[in-house]
């Protein structure tokens, strides 16, 4: 069963970090595109950031750029997203999607987790 599971998620304030996690299972990253989604409440799906199958181009929504970066460990079969910085306005579901045919911020990947809650509020 092809599964993506995010983890990672919770509280933190103003200023702090977080590391999410998205896991794969069923099906080998290698060949994959991530990318990675918020939804805040109220608000239309955001696409933040993603990262090449072969690590080569990574992308972000300016309003990340600088605070959130994008990796993957292939052996480990998971990428992760280090938000640094966050702010408030970060505060969101946070969803990874994958593809093996496609990339983009604003791209229809084929397969999603079910997301994990970030909180950034003092």
């Known amino acids: 069963q092809v599964q993506l599971v995010e983890s990672g998620g919770g509280l933190v304030q103003p200023g702090g970090s977080l590391r999410l996690s998205c896991a794969a299972s069923g099906f080998t990253l290698d060949y994959y595109a991530i990318g990675w989604f918020r939804q805040a409440p109220g608000k239309g799906r955001e696409g933040i950031s993603c990262i090449s199958s072969r690590n080569t181009r990574t992308y972000y929504v300016d309003s990340v750029k600088g605070r959130f970066t994008i990796s993957r460990d292939n052996a480990k079969n998971t990428v992760y997203l280090q938000m640094n910085s966050l702010k408030p306005e970060d505060t969101a579901v946070y969803y990874c999607?994958?593809?093996?045919?496609?990339?983009?911020?604003?791209?229809?990947?084929?397969?999603w987790g079910q997301g994990t809650q970030v909180t950034v509020s003092s």
């Open positions: 999607a994958a593809d093996k045919y496609g990339m983009g911020l604003d791209y229809d990947y084929k397969y």
